[in-house]
C-alpha cells in the first residue's frame, strides 16, 4: 500500500470553477500535511501546509483536513490558466521523512 | 536573494561514468535533502542530512554518495551502481529536519546516453 495516494486525473476545470484534489495517507501517526504545486519542467513550491483538523483558507486554495478518515484536500476556487500544474500532496511522518503522493495534473480551460 | 541553486542544470551521462550534482545554499537552512523524481512518481528521498558531517539515507540510496562538509553544500553524486539513474534531481532545505516546509533548487536533469 503506498503511503499517499492520490487521485491520478488529469482533472480538467474550466476557469473560474472550483478544483477539488484529493488525497489519503496510510499512517494514522501523520501529524503535518502540505500541499505542493510543480508546473511543468520546475521544481516544487509550497502552497498550504495544514496541522490540524478542519480548513485553512489562503487566498482562493483551501486545505481541509480530517485525521480520523486520513484524507487531506485543496480546494482551489476561482480556478484560473495560471492554476494549471501539477499539485503534490506530502504527509510527515514520524521519523523526520517527508511522502509525497504522485501527483494530481490539473488543468483549467479559459 | 536567498535561494536553492542546483548545478548543472542538464546533464548527460555515459553508462560507468560517476557524475556529480551541485546544491548549495544560503537560506540558513540546517536541514537538506535529495530527492529524484520519476515520470507520474512522486518525489523519492535519497539522502537526507540534519547538521554538518552528518547524513541519513533516504529510501533509495543504493548507488548514490552524499557529502555535508558545509552547511551550504550538500552535494549528491551519482556512481556508475546506480542502474536507472536517468531522472530529475530536486534538492531541497528546510530551517529544521522534522518540518514539511521545504524549499526546493531548480532541478537537475540527468540523462544516461
Known amino acids: 500500500q503506498k503511503e499517499v495516494e492520490q487521485n491520478s486525473g488529469p482533472l480538467s476545470v474550466p476557469e473560474g470553477a472550483i478544483a477539488s484534489l484529493n488525497c489519503t495517507y496510510s499512517?494514522?501517526?501523520?501529524?503535518?500535511f502540505f500541499w505542493y504545486r510543480q508546473y511543468s519542467g520546475k521544481s516544487p513550491e509550497l502552497i498550504m501546509s495544514?496541522?490540524?483538523?478542519g480548513d485553512k483558507e489562503d487566498g482562493r486554495f483551501t486545505a481541509q483536513l480530517n485525521k480520523a478518515s486520513q484524507y487531506v484536500s485543496l480546494l482551489i476556487r476561482d480556478s484560473q490558466p495560471s492554476d494549471s500544474a501539477t499539485y503534490l500532496c506530502?504527509?510527515?511522518?514520524?521519523?523526520?521523512?517527508?511522502?509525497f503522493g504522485a501527483g494530481t495534473t490539473v488543468t483549467v480551460r479559459a | 536573494d536567498g535561494g536553492i541553486t542546483q548545478s548543472p542544470k542538464y546533464l548527460f551521462r555515459k553508462e560507468g561514468q560517476n557524475v556529480t550534482l551541485s546544491c548549495e545554499q544560503n537560506?540558513?537552512?540546517?536541514?537538506m535533502y535529495w530527492y529524484r523524481q520519476d515520470p507520474g512518481q512522486g518525489l523519492r528521498l535519497i539522502y537526507y542530512?540534519?547538521?554538518?558531517?552528518?547524513?541519513q539515507k533516504g529510501d533509495i540510496a543504493e548507488g548514490y554518495s552524499v557529502s555535508r562538509e558545509k552547511k551550504e553544500s550538500f552535494p549528491l553524486t551519482v556512481t556508475s551502481a546506480q542502474k536507472n539513474p536517468t531522472a530529475f534531481y530536486l534538492c531541497?532545505?528546510?530551517?529544521?529536519?522534522?518540518?514539511?516546509?521545504?524549499?526546493f533548487g531548480e532541478g537537475s536533469r540527468l540523462t544516461v546516453l
Open positions: 531541497a532545505s528546510s530551517i529544521l529536519i522534522n518540518t514539511g516546509e521545504l524549499f
Open positions: 499512517d494514522r501517526g501523520s501529524q503535518s
Open positions: 495544514i496541522y490540524s483538523n
Open positions: 506530502a504527509v510527515n511522518l514520524d521519523d523526520y521523512k517527508l511522502s
Open positions: 537560506l540558513n537552512h540546517d536541514a
Open positions: 542530512s540534519q547538521i554538518v558531517n552528518d547524513f
